[in-house]
């Protein structure tokens, strides 16, 4: 399954944060479409399919992570992303209001790929997802895609 | 004389001068030599001696009663008659015995009291001749006993009639022998006899007993004489040795009367009151005995005088310097034959010092006693074999013993056989070295049974040779101490398990509360970044869109924006505050003069905004502490900060670093500085002390540095007074050169 581009999975039970991070990623080109996931669960589904069901879509070039999240936490979502073969090398951005020390560190140890604490200010919140979807959507190689099973 | 004299001659001349011739010459008439030698000597010391004629026959009589032949006796006893003599006169002169020595010395007495009428010799039958005739006799008839009588005699006498009267005894005494030579002379024959003796005899007829008997009489009366002297010089000897005996010894000796009065004292008495004998006598001894031991003196002498009774007693006497001292009076009545009193003897001995070294003593031992029976100590003594041999009183309420019962028992009897096995072992030890020992903690059993600890401490006792004849010492009873320590030890383990108790229940709820405070300001969070965003989404969009030119609109967005920001500034200080409480501490050495440097940069980046306020930064020399060095940074960036924010009205401000002797770090400004009174107010959370016109800010900052430097173990605090800037001081650990952490 081939890695489609310019598309971003938004893992965010929050709409009005939702709504300010499509707000602030809308001018830019470089986004074809965010798709977004209101739980961890959802999340899982969305990049790994269900127990009897492939998954509906190709996977995301990014993927915007919540660690606050209904049902299973954005930790134990990035874990079992981690450890399956499909999503194990896939672009993982934790975007949280958590600066705590204990799952910074818990993201690191599960090989995120950058942690990003939501600035209050919308100016700032806006510069920020502006150079995090430039960065992982423009500037950075991402790993292959791994071979169709 | 050239030619001797016949004998015819001569007793014409007798015949001439006597008229008559005694038979007394007849013997010496058959040789001129002899009979002249005999008239010569009776007339220069007879015939022609000066004294008085009655004096001479009187004499002569008396001392005729000593001749063994009767011839002188009688025929002077006859020439007393024609000089006025009456028989019984004659028989009483005669038949009265010598005077004795005492009698001599009153005659003599008598004599030297008029001693200016013996210029004359003394009138006939007057007691001065009386008491002459009396020394007379003595001095011729006694030897050595008359030595003073002689003496005197002569002084008073003067030499010339003294030298008759010797002349005159000697004479009479060469008369008797001349009789007793010449036994066969009778006095019938002699004219002064025929004269007077049938009428001297027949006026008392006493005077022929005596003559007939005078020579067994005046041998008894010499005998009796004898004795009576004997004995006088016999009890002259005993005085003279009492005397000797009384002045040598250290005592006070003193003689009464048997009715109490003094009739002696020696010399140490006259001496210890100053007087003389004659003051002494007749005065009291009231006068010098102490007032409060007089009462008994006078009731113990009065019943020895009334009874006979000897006594002793004790009492003070005052010496002539008014000192009393105490003394031993001890008085023995002296009884004769027929076991009369006949006097009182008595000694005085001074005990002062004796009584005081006893009253020293008794006083000292006194003390010993009361402080060995009233300590709350038990005090024993036990000889080299470890047996009692003394037990104060206080083991009764120690172990419940009387001190008797414990007499003969051991120490080690009153332990158990572990304990006394233990105890014994130690104590083995120390007599062997006989050492002192202290705090020996032994345990015994109370004769209720019960458990008693007790602390044991003793001294040696040595004998003279320095072998070890005991031991004496105290035991004290630390049974209520040891129960206390051990109470105490428990309380001591209790405690410090409720403190870790308490410490993890502290802690647990801090991180509770740390957790909530968490998770309060990260929910807050999130509605607040809504409102910001879309406040800030509604102003583009308004812009863009140019659907409204209300400035009203314009300024009540900004207003939502900005306290939006305000309260993200809040939520986010508490934030950080709820993680430091939970951060852990990474702690390295830290050398804070390249942190404070960077500090210093990034704010002094920050503050070039405000282009035309110059700031002069002085940093003197920093320690290198131990500590996070991400949370160090933290400090010293706020407190620049804040240094800069309430400096920015002086010009220039001024902002100095360094360290004081006493290793606090300082960093002080010249701002507007603060009131002392509201320094508690300080380093509290949001707890400001100007108002946001004045300077703006959370109020976090502080409570952040304040909670870093005490999650290191040190202390910070300001000083400050209004307009005078503020300086603020902070103690973290210094870096120890020899801790191996510091050292790399």
């Given at each position: 399954m081939e890695v489609e581009p310019a598309r971003i999975l938004l893992v965010e039970d929050d709409p009005n944060d939702v709504e300010l991070i499509q707000l602030a990623l809308e001018p830019y080109n470089f986004v074809q479409q965010i798709a977004v996931v209101w739980d961890g669960e959802q999340a899982l589904h969305y990049l790994l399919g269900g127990p009897q069901a492939l998954p509906p879509n190709p996977l995301p070039q990014l993927v915007l992570l919540d660690l606050k999240l209904p049902k299973l936490s954005g930790i134990r979502v990035l874990q079992q992303l981690r450890n399956h073969p499909r999503t194990c090398n896939l672009v993982v951005v934790v975007m949280t209001s958590s600066q705590e020390d204990k799952d910074l560190n818990s993201c690191y140890d599960l090989g995120v790929n950058s942690y990003i604490v939501k600035p209050l200010d919308f100016q700032q919140f806006l510069e920020i997802a502006r150079q995090v979807g430039l960065y992982w959507m423009a500037l950075n190689k991402p790993p292959l895609a791994p071979l169709p099973s | 004389m050239t030619t001797r004299r016949t004998s015819e001659d001569i007793r014409a001349e007798i015949q001439a001068r006597l008229g008559f011739v005694p038979p007394f010459f007849e013997p010496a008439a058959q040789n001129p030599q002899i009979f002249e030698n005999l008239w010569q000597q009776t007339l220069l010391a007879y015939v022609d001696n000066p004294l008085t004629p009655l004096f001479k026959e009187k004499l002569s009589a008396y001392l005729s009663r000593y001749c063994a032949v009767p011839y002188c006796l009688i025929c002077h006893s006859c020439s007393l008659r024609p000089l006025g003599m009456e028989a019984k006169e004659v028989l009483e002169l005669l038949e009265s015995p010598p005077a004795s020595d005492t009698e001599v010395q009153d005659h003599l007495n008598r004599l030297a009291a008029h001693a200016e009428q013996l210029t004359t010799w003394p009138e006939p039958d007057s007691p001065l001749e009386a008491s002459l005739l009396a020394c007379s006799i003595f001095i011729a008839m006694e030897q050595e006993q008359a030595e003073y009588c002689r003496v005197e005699l002569r002084r008073l006498l003067g030499p010339e009639n003294y030298q008759h009267l010797v002349s005159f005894s000697a004479y009479v005494k060469t008369c008797h022998a001349w009789m007793e030579a010449h036994p066969?002379?009778?006095?019938?024959?002699?004219q002064r006899v025929q004269d007077n003796l049938s009428i001297l005899l027949a006026d008392a007829p006493g005077l022929g007993i005596f003559f007939q008997n005078y020579r067994d009489r005046i041998r008894q009366e010499r005998q009796q004489w004898q004795q009576r002297l004997a004995e006088n010089r016999e009890r002259k000897r005993s005085e003279q040795r009492f005397r000797l005996l009384t002045e040598a010894i250290p005592q006070q000796v003193w003689t009464a009367t048997p009715d109490g009065r003094l009739d002696y004292v020696n010399q140490r008495i006259l001496d210890y009151f100053n007087r003389t004998f004659e003051q002494m006598i007749g005065w009291g001894w009231q006068q010098v005995i102490h007032p409060e031991d007089l009462p008994q003196c006078l009731a113990v002498w009065q019943h020895a005088l009334a009874t006979g009774a000897a006594y002793e007693i004790e009492f003070r006497l005052q010496n002539a310097a008014g000192e009393y001292r105490w003394h031993l009076g001890r008085a023995l009545p002296l009884e004769n034959h027929q076991g009369q009193i006949t006097h009182w003897f008595g000694t005085n001995t001074d005990i002062h010092d004796r009584k005081q070294a006893e009253a020293a003593l008794q006083e000292s031992e006194d003390r010993f006693r009361n402080l060995v029976e009233t300590s709350s100590d038990w005090i024993w003594e036990v000889d080299a074999n470890g047996v009692y041999t003394y037990a104060s009183p206080q083991i009764f309420n120690i172990l419940g013993y009387k001190p008797q019962e414990v007499l003969g028992k051991t120490p080690f009897d009153l332990m158990t056989p572990e304990e006394a096995q233990r105890v014994a072992a130690i104590f083995a030890a120390i007599a062997a070295a006989q050492q002192p020992f202290h705090c020996l903690e032994n345990t015994n059993h109370h004769r209720d049974g019960s458990r008693v600890v007790l602390e044991t401490s003793g001294m040696p006792i040595l004998n003279p040779d320095g072998s070890l004849r005991g031991y004496r010492g105290v035991d004290r009873d630390i049974t209520e101490r040891k129960q206390a320590e051990a109470e105490v030890r428990q309380l001591n383990e209790t405690l410090e398990q409720r403190v870790i108790e308490r410490t993890a229940q502290l802690e647990a709820a801090n991180q509770e509360l740390d957790a909530f405070s968490y998770s309060v300001s990260h929910d807050l969070r999130a509605p607040l970044r809504h409102i910001s965003g879309f406040v800030t989404a509604l102003q583009q969009r308004l812009e863009q869109r140019g659907t409204t030119t209300d400035p009203k609109i314009a300024h009540y967005l900004e207003i939502i924006h900005n306290s939006s920001q305000k309260m993200g500034q809040l939520i986010d200080g508490l934030l950080t505050l709820s993680r430091l409480g939970r951060r852990q501490l990474t702690q390295y050495p830290v050398n804070l003069e390249p942190l404070v440097e960077a500090a210093i940069r990034q704010a002094q980046a920050l503050a070039g905004i405000d282009g035309d306020h110059r700031l002069e930064f002085q940093v003197s020399a920093l320690p290198t502490v131990m500590g996070d060095a991400t949370l160090l940074q933290q400090v010293f960036s706020n407190l620049i900060d804040n240094a800069i924010k309430f400096s920015r009205d002086a010009e220039p401000a001024k902002i100095t670093l360094g360290t004081l002797p006493n290793g606090a770090i300082f960093i002080q400004d010249n701002g507007a500085g603060f009131q002392m009174e509201h320094a508690d107010q300080l380093f509290g959370p949001f707890q400001r002390l100007h108002s946001q016109q004045e300077f703006e800010g959370t109020g976090i900052g502080l409570a952040i540095v304040q909670r870093i430097i005490h999650r290191h173990g040190g202390t910070i605090w300001a000083k400050s007074q209004p307009g005078q800037g503020a300086t603020f001081y902070l103690t973290l650990r210094p870096v120890d050169p020899g801790d191996p952490d510091g050292g790399s």
């Open positions: - | 066969e002379v009778a006095y019938e024959a002699d």
